[in-house]
């Protein structure tokens, strides 16, 4: 906001001279990082030193360049005098450290450093030590020119002066074009607890529409790398998302926080060991995604183990030959199995204890063998055959191939588990003649990767986020929590938005999957996005869903909610054009949202009328049509949803999908139908 007030100018005037000397500053700091690499290069250290020097050095100078163009700042905290370390002191708040030497004091400070949490949590009843708040506005798209700085506004705290901040509001309306934005310059207090929740808890997020669960999510794994880069770094950072078009929307969140060296990927893409080629109906996807699967891979994985062997066996050791009888490799066998160790380690466990039983004889006859002696009874024939004939070794894809594609396999692995008519379900039609050239579903994806987690722990995550947990089936679930078994998770979603066939009706029953039982379930029921007349509108859905979740509100007041019934079915293409033409008037991005059969003749409604449009994955483009299976996480605009109650027809979890649906908009929602509302 501008003002003639020569205060106000003469503010601004300053605050648009430091940016100038923070601009300088970052660019010193980029120069610097690129001679430090070249510099750390050349030291002379050992070979693993100079290696994780160089690579520190390298992420610290690629991080630098890649931070997106903007604005330095976004606010300053004046510290009142006798606020004992920070007493009197300024700090401008920023996405990003800036300083002119590293024991100079800070330019910025990081908003994820401890002091910048007053910025946050401070208020007139809780001041923490601030006098003044500043917040900084700037033009819409700035790429950090000093002359974009167009405002600022204060809150005098230590007067007990407190109010909602237009700046704030502004950057919350601001029309949505093209991939997700962070929220640093706008995190709520009860955001902000949750961001700086600590490493070690996992947290469960129930979060309404436009609540900023997907941002807090993200702001957190920033938060996290931030505090503790070293252990997230060994362990490494995994954001999950349900879809390769939401990955893209918020793929610019972390880079712009600073952070860049984050996989974000998909579950499916996690546990890819084959390309999807193959389809299951629903009956086979339900079973396959039930936990009760998990049971009947384990059986049928251990089903060539025996302990029961009578035979027992010769090792050759030169001339002489060791004897084990039957009973006591029976007992090997058993021991190890009762331990429930990997599949893989338990083999080698059979082989350790074999060879211990033989040097133990060995050492009693004649004193002490040395490794070269262990080593050669390890690869002794006889020792081998025997290890492959109680505990043979295999593979997922083998055990999952001879499961689905042999009826009598599958029904001694599945005894008592699974009826009659779910095994039929799930058994292959054409059975494969090898597993090699089997055709995997999406379904048989999440099996394979449950075996190989039996067969050899998959290497885990320090910290793994979630989002759209809802809609995570519980072999899903296992996937994951194979990957955060010594890690922490932050688990994103709405009860409400579930659409899956096994979609989750309440989260202690997700994070009992998840092996996270104890994680604290924190609802975000504040919309900051979804204005108040959309949200109206959406609490009656809500009422017909069969979940337990509260009501949402929102703090904006804005916005508008239209309805344009024509009278038969065949008027609404012609009503879709006139409401995008409409929609088009105004600012911002514009989604037409239908039922998936129904998108082609809108597609083609659209460029008759000569409304460019495209699909949901071009993040940029000014007008999208959108299936209804693929809005999920994203968000426009201006929200034409086509004929609701096609929508809730379409899928078993239609309601649940229409409620998704009609929260996407950010402005402006105009339902165009011919039929009732199915609420």
């Known amino acids: 906001m501008t003002s003639p007030e020569p205060a106000l100018r003469h503010a601004l005037d300053r605050e648009r001279a430091h940016h100038d000397h923070c601009r300088r500053a970052l660019d010193a700091m980029l120069t610097g990082a690129d001679e430090q690499v070249v510099t750390g290069e050349d030291v002379s250290a050992s070979g693993a030193d100079a290696e994780v020097l160089g690579h520190r050095l390298r992420s610290r100078a690629k991080e630098l360049r890649e931070l997106p163009p903007g604005p330095l700042f976004f606010g300053r905290l004046d510290f009142a005098p006798g606020d004992g370390g920070h007493s009197g002191q300024s700090y401008h708040v920023g996405r990003l450290r800036i300083t002119e030497h590293p024991a100079a004091p800070p330019l910025v400070v990081d908003w994820r450093a401890p002091v910048s949490r007053a910025f946050y949590q401070a208020s007139a009843r809780d ?50 074009v093209g991939p997700m934005r962070d929220i640093a310059a706008t995190i709520q207090p009860e955001q902000d607890d949750l961001v700086r929740g600590d490493l070690a808890g996992s947290v469960c997020v129930q979060g309404a529409p436009g609540t900023g669960k997907t941002a807090v999510g993200l702001h957190r794994a920033a938060y996290l790398l931030y505090t503790h880069p070293q252990r997230i770094r060994r362990g490494g950072m995994l954001i999950l998302g349900p879809s390769r078009t939401f990955l893209s929307y918020i793929s610019e969140v972390l880079p ?32 396959k995604h039930d936990v009760r699967m998990a049971e009947v891979l384990r059986r049928a994985l251990y089903a060539g183990v025996r302990a029961d062997r009578t035979d027992s066996l010769a090792v050759p050791d030169g001339l002489y030959r060791w004897r084990l009888d039957a009973d006591e490799l029976a007992r090997i066998v058993a021991d190890v199995r009762a331990g429930e160790p990997p599949y893989g380690v338990g083999r080698e466990r059979v082989r350790a204890r074999i060879v211990a039983a033989v040097r133990e004889r060995a050492e009693r006859r004649s004193g002490p063998r040395g490794t070269a002696w262990v080593r050669r009874i390890e690869r002794a024939r006889p020792v081998s055959a025997y290890v492959d004939a109680v505990w043979p070794r295999t593979r997922a894809e083998e055990v999952v191939a001879g499961l689905l594609g042999d009826p009598g396999v599958l029904a001694a692995a599945a005894e008592g588990v699974l009826d009659a008519g779910e095994q039929r379900a799930v058994l292959w039609g054409r059975p494969p003649r090898s597993w090699k050239s089997a055709r995997w579903s999406a379904a048989d994806l999440v099996l ?43 688990v994103l979603g709405d009860l409400a938005q579930g659409t899956t066939p096994w979609a989750a009706r309440s989260w202690q029953a997700v994070l009992r999957q998840l092996g996270k039982p104890d994680a604290a379930v924190v609802p975000l029921t504040t919309g900051f996005r979804v204005p108040r007349a959309v949200v109206g509108l959406t609490n009656r859905l ?127 929602l105009e339902v165009v139908r011919a039929r009732e509302l199915p609420f």
Request: charged content about 30%.
């Open 127 to 176: 001041p923490r030590g601030v006098a003044v708040r500043r917040r900084f506005g700037w033009a819409p798209g700035s790429r950090g020119d000093s002359g974009d700085l167009t405002g600022l506004e204060d809150e005098h705290l230590e007067r007990g002066e407190e109010r909602v901040s237009g700046i704030v509001a502004r950057e919350i309306e601001r029309p949505r």
């Open 256 to 287: 712009a926080l600073g952070e860049t060296g984050v996989r974000q990927s998909t579950l499916t893409e996690e546990i890819a060991r084959h390309p999807v080629t193959g389809t299951d109906d629903e009956r086979a996807a339900a079973v």
């Open 448 to 490: 394979l990767d449950e075996v190989a987690g039996l067969v050899e722990h998959p290497e885990g995550y320090g910290h793994v986020v979630v989002d759209e947990a809802q809609d995570l089936s519980p072999m899903e679930c296992r996937a994951i929590a194979r990957r955060a078994a010594f890690g922490s998770l932050t």
């Open 542 to 668: 809500l009422e017909r869903l069969d979940v337990d979740v509260p009501a949402a509100r929102s703090l904006r007041g804005d916005g508008e909610l239209r309805t344009r019934k024509v009278a038969g079915p065949g008027g609404v293409p012609e009503a879709v054009v006139a409401a995008v033409r409409d929609a088009l008037e105004r600012e911002g991005s514009v989604g037409v949202v239908a039922a998936d059969a129904d998108v082609p003749r809108l597609r083609r409604a659209l460029a008759g009328a000569g409304v460019a449009a495209a699909g949901p994955e071009a993040l940029g483009a000014r007008v999208a049509v959108v299936p209804a299976s693929a809005v999920k996480g994203l968000e426009y605009d201006h929200v034409v949803a086509v004929e609701p109650a096609a929508i809730a027809e379409a899928e078993e979890r239609g309601l649940h999908r229409l409620y998704v649906v009609l929260t996407r908009a950010v402005s402006r």
